[in-house]
C-alpha cells in the first residue's frame, strides 16, 4: 500500500503552520472566452439593459401580467438583444494584435442597418394600421417591404459576425444589426399575435409575414445558441430542421406527407415550437431560480457552502474530494449547468485533490461526476425539473420528493469510490489548522435560511413563482446578518448578473423548442414511440437500453436544459406508450439527459474539470463516467422498482432505499477493487452481483444481495486476521 506524504511538512521533515483553507471567489461570474468586457457608456448601457430584463421578469410574474405569448415573445427577443450585444460570434484579437473589421465590412454592415432599420418601420406602421381598424396587411409589404429586407439583413449581419477577430471591448456593427432584426422579428409577432389574425396560424390564412418574422427569429436563436453554448445544440436543431423538408422523401418510419416552408414556420413560433413547454419554463421558474440564485452570489452564499463543506468534510481520509462532493452538490441547487458547477467550485478543489494525492484524472473526474449531481440535487434540481413539472402536468413538489432517493444513491455511489480510493492508496485527510472552523461556521447557518424558506413555502402549497419570490427577498434580508450586506447597490449588481446570467439558458430553451416544435408538428415522435414499442414486444429492457443510447445521444454536448427537453419529446412519450407510469419515464429520460454530461465521447462537465486538473480531456472523462456509473444503472431500477421514486408503501420504500444504498456501495466496492480491503479479482464480479441484486429492489433479489455482502465482509475480516478499518 503506497503512503503519501503529509502535505504539512516541507521537504527537510519539519512541520509548517499553514494557513486554513477559506473559499473565495466562488461566488465571482465566470466569463466565458467570448464574452465582451465592456468600459464606459457600452458598460453602462448593456448593465442598464441587463437589470431592465430581469426587473421585467419580476414586475411581470408578481405585479403585472402580460397576455402569455406577448411575454414569452419579449423573453426571448431580450434575451437576444442582450447576447448579441454581450458575446462575439469570432474570437477576439490576443494581447498585442490589432482588432477591428475592415472597412469594407464595417461599410456593408452599416449598409444592412437599413434594410433591417426599414424592416423595423415597416412593423410600427403594421401596427398603426391594425390599431386603424385594418383586418390585414396587404402580402406585397409583409413580402418585399417586410420579410426580404429582414431576412437579408438577417443572414448577411450573421455571415459578417463570424468573419471578424475583435477588440474585447468593441462592439461590431454586424450585431448591431442583429439586434435590430430581433426587434423587428419580435415586433411583427407582437402585432399579430394580438390580433384576429392569430387565430389563422398554421392555415392557409396565415399572414406570409408570421412565416418571415419566424425564420428570421429561428436564425437568431441558432446563432445566439452557437455563442453561448456551442455547436452540439445547433448540429442538432440543423437536423431536425432539414428533416422536416427531407423527410416526406425518406423511406421507413421516418417518412410524413411533408410541411410547406410557409405552412411550417407559421406554426414553429407559437406554443407548439418555440413559444411552447421549453420556453414557458425559461420564461417563468427559470429566470426567477436565476435571480435567486444572483442573489444568493452576491450575498456570497457560494464562498459560505464550499468553506462549510470543508469544515465538515475536510478532515476524512480523501478530504478534498469528500468536500467536493458535498460543495458541487450544495452548489449544484443553484447553478444550473454541470460545466458551470465544474468551473465555480473545482478551481479549488481539484488542485487540492492532487495536493493529498489523487491523479489529476481522478481529482478531475471526481469534481465533474459530482457537479453533474447538482442537477438531481433536490430541491432545485437544476432547471430540468421545471421542464418536466411544465411537460408532465405533476406539481413540482412531488418531483422534488420523488427525486430524495435517487439523488442520495448517487452521491452516495461518489462518497464510497472516493472513499474506497482513498484507504487503497493510503491517503489522509487535511489537517484541522487547514481547514475552518466548523463552529464558526455553523454560527453562520443562517445563509441557508433562503434555500429552506423555499422548500417550506413550496410544501405550505405556494406557487413556485410566489415561492422563489419570496426566497429571494430574504436572501437579501438574510445578507444583512453576514459579512456581505445587500444595499441598492448590490441589488442592482445581483439584477445585472441574473439578466446576463440568462441569456444562455434562454437561447438553449429557445433551440430546444425548434426541435419540439419540428417534432410535434412533423408526427416524428409518435413514429419514435412506435419504434420503442415494437422493441419493447421482444424484451421491455431492450426497449429502455434503446432509450438509454437515444437520450445520451440526444444530450451529448448540450447543456442539461436542452438534453432534458428533446429527449422528453423524442423518448418519454415511447416509454409511457409500452406501458410506462409517466413520472417513471420522464426521470429515466432526465436522468441519462444529465449524465451525457459525463459521458465519452462529448462529455462537457469532464472537459471542463479535465481543463482545471491539466489532465486529458477524454481520460477524464472515461474516469468520471466509473466514478458516475450508479447513474447508468439506478434509472432501469425506476422501471422494476418505483419505489425509488417513492412510490409505494414506506415500507417498501424504506427497505428498497435501505438496500439499494448497499447495493450502491458494492458497486463502488467493484469498481475501485476495495470492500474493508483489497479485493480479487473474482471477488469484484461477485460484488458486482450483489450489487445489481440489491440496487433491483426485489425481496429474493435483496436477500441474496445481503448474502453476498455478508459472505464478502466475512472473507476479508478472516483473511485480515480480524482486522478492521472503519470506512471514514
Not at 469544515?311 to 469528500?322: E, I, L, Q, S, T
Not at 414511440?529 to 445521444?553: D, K
Not at 419515464?585 to 469532464?606: C, E, G, K, N
Request: with cysteine; hydrophobic share 55%; charged share 10%.
Amino acid at each position: 500500500m503506497s503512503h503519501i506524504p503529509d502535505p504539512s511538512r516541507n521537504e527537510h521533515g519539519a512541520e509548517e503552520l499553514l494557513e486554513p483553507i477559506v473559499a473565495e471567489g466562488v461566488d465571482e461570474e465566470p466569463v466565458e472566452p467570448n464574452r465582451r468586457l465592456y468600459d464606459g457608456w457600452k458598460w453602462w448601457l448593456f448593465g442598464a439593459l441587463a437589470v431592465a430584463y430581469a426587473t421585467f421578469h419580476l414586475v411581470s410574474l408578481n405585479i403585472y401580467p402580460m397576455e402569455t405569448w406577448s411575454f414569452r415573445i419579449i423573453h426571448v427577443c431580450g434575451a437576444l438583444i442582450l447576447g448579441f450585444g454581450l458575446y462575439t460570434g469570432s474570437r477576439f484579437v490576443s494581447d498585442g494584435e490589432k482588432g477591428g473589421a475592415p472597412s469594407w465590412s464595417n461599410v456593408l454592415a452599416l449598409v444592412m442597418l437599413i434594410p433591417a432599420g426599414y424592416a423595423l418601420i415597416q412593423v410600427i406602421l403594421m401596427r398603426q394600421a391594425m390599431a386603424g381598424g385594418a383586418m390585414r396587411i396587404e402580402p406585397a409589404i409583409e413580402n418585399w417591404h417586410f420579410g426580404a429586407p429582414l431576412i437579408a439583413a438577417t443572414v448577411v449581419a450573421i455571415v459578417l459576425s463570424w468573419l471578424h477577430r475583435q477588440q474585447r471591448n468593441s462592439l461590431l456593427l454586424a450585431d448591431v444589426v442583429l439586434m435590430v432584426c430581433a426587434l423587428a422579428s419580435a415586433g411583427y409577432l407582437l402585432v399579430m399575435f394580438n390580433s384576429p389574425l392569430r387565430a389563422s396560424t398554421g392555415t392557409a390564412f396565415a399572414p406570409m409575414g408570421i412565416s418571415w418574422a419566424a425564420i428570421a427569429g429561428s436564425l437568431l436563436i441558432l446563432e445566439m445558441t452557437r455563442r453561448v453554448a456551442g455547436m452540439a445544440l445547433v448540429v442538432i436543431a440543423t437536423i431536425f430542421l432539414a428533416y422536416v423538408f427531407a423527410g416526406p422523401y425518406l423511406p421507413g418510419f421516418l417518412g410524413y406527407p411533408g410541411l410547406s416552408v410557409g405552412r411550417f414556420f407559421s406554426q414553429v413560433y407559437t406554443d407548439a415550437g418555440v413559444l411552447g413547454p421549453t420556453t414557458a419554463v425559461s420564461s417563468t421558474y427559470i429566470i426567477l431560480f436565476i435571480i435567486f440564485a444572483a442573489f444568493l452570489q452576491a450575498s456570497k452564499v457560494g464562498d459560505y457552502f464550499v468553506n462549510f463543506a470543508f469544515a465538515a468534510a475536510g478532515r476524512a481520509r480523501g478530504g478534498p474530494a469528500k468536500v467536493a462532493i458535498f460543495a458541487s452538490g450544495l452548489m449544484g441547487m443553484i447553478n444550473g449547468t454541470s460545466a458551470g458547477n465544474v468551473v465555480s467550485t473545482g478551481s479549488l478543489t481539484i488542485p487540492l485533490m492532487k495536493k493529498v494525492g489523487y491523479p489529476g484524472r481522478s481529482a478531475g473526474a471526481i469534481e465533474a461526476a459530482a457537479s453533474t449531481g447538482g442537477q438531481i440535487m433536490p430541491p432545485i434540481m437544476g432547471a430540468g425539473a421545471f421542464i418536466m413539472a411544465e411537460v408532465t402536468g405533476i406539481p413540482y413538489t412531488e418531483i422534488a420528493i420523488a427525486a430524495v432517493i435517487p439523488a442520495i444513491l448517487y452521491f452516495a455511489s461518489i462518497y464510497f469510490m472516493v472513499d474506497f480510493e482513498a484507504a487503497r492508496k493510503g491517503m489522509s485527510g487535511m489537517r484541522k489548522d487547514e481547514i475552518p472552523q466548523f463552529a464558526r461556521l455553523a454560527r453562520q447557518a443562517y445563509l441557508f435560511a433562503p434555500i429552506i424558506i423555499l422548500v417550506v413555502a413550496l410544501f405550505m402549497g405556494y406557487s413556485v413563482i410566489r415561492a422563489g419570490t419570496i426566497a429571494t427577498a430574504a436572501a437579501a434580508v438574510v445578507s444583512w446578518l453576514s459579512p456581505h450586506k445587500m444595499g441598492l447597490r448590490a441589488i442592482i449588481t445581483a439584477l445585472q448578473l441574473a439578466g446576463t446570467m440568462a441569456i444562455q439558458i434562454i437561447a438553449v430553451c429557445a433551440c430546444a423548442g425548434l426541435i419540439v416544435g419540428v417534432i410535434a408538428l412533423t408526427g416524428v415522435g409518435a413514429r419514435f414511440s412506435s419504434l420503442l414499442l415494437g422493441l419493447a414486444g421482444f424484451s421491455q429492457l431492450l426497449a429502455l437500453f434503446f432509450a438509454m443510447c437515444i437520450s445520451i445521444l440526444l444530450g451529448m454536448g448540450m447543456p442539461t436544459t436542452a438534453a432534458y427537453a428533446v429527449a422528453a419529446s423524442v423518448v418519454a412519450p415511447g416509454l409511457i406508450n409500452i406501458g410506462i407510469e409517466p413520472l417513471v419515464a420522464h426521470f429515466f429520460v432526465f436522468y441519462f439527459a444529465v449524465v451525457s454530461a459525463i459521458t465519452p465521447p462529448v462529455a462537457l462537465a469532464s472537459y471542463a474539470a479535465a481543463g482545471i486538473s491539466g489532465d486529458n480531456a477524454m481520460g477524464t472523462s472515461v474516469a468520471s463516467f466509473k466514478i458516475g456509473l450508479a447513474a447508468f444503472i439506478v434509472p432501469f431500477m425506476f422501471f422494476y422498482s418505483p419505489a425509488m421514486l417513492l412510490e409505494g408503501s414506506w415500507l417498501e420504500i424504506l427497505r428498497v432505499g435501505l438496500t439499494a444504498t448497499l447495493g450502491i456501495v458494492l458497486l463502488s466496492s467493484t469498481v475501485q477493487s476495495w470492500f474493508f480491503g483489497p479485493l480479487k479479482s473474482w471477488q469484484r464480479l461477485v460484488a458486482l452481483v450483489g450489487a445489481l441484486f440489491l440496487i433491483y429492489g426485489g425481496i429474493y433479489t435483496d436477500v441474496a444481495g445481503l448474502a453476498i455482502a455478508a459472505a464478502l465482509y466475512m472473507m476479508q475480516k478472516a483473511h485480515r486476521g480480524g482486522a478492521k478499518q472503519i470506512i471514514t
